[in-house]
């Protein structure tokens, strides 16, 4: 079905358009007028493209430019699967899992995402990381910072922190601290215009000079946090130059000691980046822009940057002083209900106790709103079990599991929150499906008391 977009394109939008596409302007209008591309992206922590393509076998191609995302038909909806619930896969615009799949992120490494919400890149670097290291996940805006976190619960994200903080600040406390830092800046959203017509509604000709200023002091102060021979990956979802090319060439001026790290845009099916119309220079050219009329996604910016590894030295690792708490309830909790006990750092706020990522520093005086794995609350005489430590495990991991088919009436009734009667012996059990975590169930006399968080139950 037609949407009509291009009729609605402002004048002064379609004017930059010809100037950059030329023989392909009219292209780009057909394609605003097509149907939008729809994309899931597996989760490494918890699956692999072989068990979702046999748990949704509408899935089609794998997206290019990254191996574990595929693309589906807007008449499926994936969403609905029990399996999105247990956190296998992730519905994301395929433009928007280019960055991450470029920042090429490691078991072991400090990984910064500085603008993180909703947290598709922060889900995806979190299946990269495969639980080892750290995820640092930070958005400004505290409202937002809620889905970042469900998201990275639901996706078993074991070893992630999530701020709400301003660059300047996280820059001050945390300098040359990173392995990996994604920035995808807030900018004009030109690029959303097929997907999110109320981004076209929100543009105007003074919009793209407004966000310039905001992303320059963005990629300084990330270029602080990155530590010597670290990469940091730029991106926007706008075909502004100036908030693309043109934002990098002034911060390669500023930055003497960063570089651009060509893309391989015939591998990956991406187009090059277009410095001459920012004025840029030539290395520019190994950056990385997605059209809509020509690849199968919405339109994106990404450029790959890296610290010349003799910048200077790395930052001393700032200790973590908090006070060790009392574990004696978690670790009953876990030889009465699991089949092993957990090691680290455990901080404890209030009731709510964490496992904290390895190596993490001190973090006192930021804006938190997860320190890491939130285990649960350590009550006055019990530790009761939160949804992210359910969504954190494995079925092995429990001494008392129950599985529901995808297809059950029982599975249905645990998602909404009913009670029901169970095969199991008392005490807490790690409800499943597929053999993946869902939540927690408390078991008495035959009856389970869901334990399903009530802010994902659906209604």
């Known amino acids: 079905m037609s949407q009509n977009i291009s009729a609605k394109l402002p004048e002064e939008f379609s004017d930059l358009m010809r100037t950059l596409l030329r023989d392909e302007f009219a292209a780009y209008l057909k394609s605003l007028d097509s149907p939008r591309e729809f994309g899931l992206r597996v989760n490494l922590l918890k699956s692999s493209a072989s068990e979702v393509k046999s748990l949704l076998p509408y899935l089609s191609d794998a997206v290019p430019w ?13 969403a609905k699967s ?102 995808d800046a807030p900018c004009s959203g030109e690029g959303m215009f097929r997907k999110d017509p109320a981004a076209m509604k929100a ?82 050219a190994g950056a990385a822009r997605i059209w809509p009329h020509r690849q199968r996604g919405e339109g994106h910016f990404i450029c790959v940057l890296e610290k010349s590894a003799s910048s200077g030295e790395d930052a001393p690792l700032l200790e973590n002083t908090s006070k060790k708490p009392d574990l004696s309830l978690f670790h009953e909790f876990c030889d009465r209900h699991l089949t092993r006990r957990f090691s680290g750092n455990f901080l404890l706020h209030g009731q709510s106790l964490y496992l904290a990522p390895e190596g993490l520093p001190g973090l006192d005086g930021l804006r938190l709103a997860r320190s890491g794995w939130y285990l649960g609350d350590v009550k006055l005489k019990r530790f009761e079990p939160s949804q992210a430590f359910a969504m954190g495990l494995s079925r092995e991991d429990s001494a008392n599991s129950l599985e529901f088919s995808s297809e059950s009436g029982e599975l249905l009734r645990y998602f909404k929150g009913e009670s029901f009667e169970v095969d199991a012996k008392d005490g807490w059990a790690l409800a499943c499906t597929g053999g993946h975590p869902i939540g927690w169930g408390k078991v008495a006399d035959g009856r389970m008391k869901n334990k399903y968080l009530k802010s994902w139950i659906e209604n």
């Open 66 to 78: 990254c191996s574990e995302g595929f693309y589906y038909d807007s008449a499926n909806r994936p």
């Open 82 to 183: 029990p399996h999105y619930r247990a956190g296998l896969f992730y519905l994301q615009e395929p433009s928007a899992m280019a960055p991450a799949a470029l920042a090429q992120i490691f078991p072991g490494q400090k990984v910064l995402d500085l603008c993180a919400a909703p947290g598709g890149k922060s889900t995806q670097a979190a299946g990269f990381l495969r639980g080892a290291g750290l995820l640092a996940a930070n958005d400004v805006s505290p409202s937002r910072c809620r889905a970042l976190v469900k998201n990275l619960e639901l996706c078993g994200a074991r070893n992630a922190v999530v701020l709400s903080e301003s660059p300047e600040r996280l820059a001050s406390r945390l300098p040359c601290f990173f392995d990996r830092i994604l920035l």
């Open 203 to 284: 543009w105007s000709v003074h919009k793209p000079q407004q966000c310039i200023a905001a992303q320059r002091g963005m990629l300084f102060q990330a270029a602080k946090m990155l530590r010597p021979g670290g990469r940091m990956v730029y991106s926007t979802c706008t075909f502004e130059p100036g908030e693309n090319e043109g934002a990098i060439e002034w911060f390669l001026n500023a930055c003497r000691d960063f570089s651009v790290a060509p893309v391989d845009h015939a591998i990956l099916g991406l187009s090059p980046a277009m410095p001459d119309l920012a004025c840029a220079r030539r290395e520019l």
